[in-house]
Nanobody, 117 residues
Framework: QAQLVESGGGLVQAGGSLRLSCTAPGFTLNYYAIGWFRQAPGKGREGVSCISGNDDSTDYADSVKGRFTTSRDNAGNTVYLQMNSLKPEDTGVYYC??????????WGQGTQVTVSA
């Protein structure tokens, strides 16, 4: 199974914003539900958001509702996670997946997001 590639992470101050990108080298993401997950230091992965593969409907973890938005650009074969009003507790490695439910075993490298107080 091909791995997805995450990018766009970085270091920001609380209240700042980042936009993460999820791409799929060599194949299309159009037909897949894409979930974003994150892993804080010393913790397991948790679901952040989901965008449907058939109607682009979205769902979010309660902890990020109103702050994060996931969207899809089929022409660019990219799924985004726009993160606004970032909090220190958002810190972690962010991964995208070709599923919105676990288990999932095809994780990419992830992209580090660090939010300072």
């Amino acid at each position: 199974q091909a791995q997805l590639v995450e990018s766009g992470g970085g270091l920001v101050q609380a209240g700042g914003s980042l936009r993460l990108s999820c791409t799929a080298p060599g194949f299309t993401l159009n037909y897949y539900a894409i979930g974003w997950f994150r892993q804080a230091p010393g913790k397991g992965r948790e679901g952040v958001s989901c965008i449907s593969g058939n109607d682009d409907s979205t769902d979010y973890a309660d902890s990020v509702k109103g702050r994060f938005t996931t969207s899809r650009d089929n022409a660019g074969n990219t799924v985004y996670l726009q993160m606004n009003s970032l909090k220190p507790e958002d810190t972690g490695v962010y991964y995208c997946a070709m599923s919105c439910v676990l288990p999932y075993n095809y994780w990419g490298q992830g992209t580090q997001v660090t939010v300072s107080a």
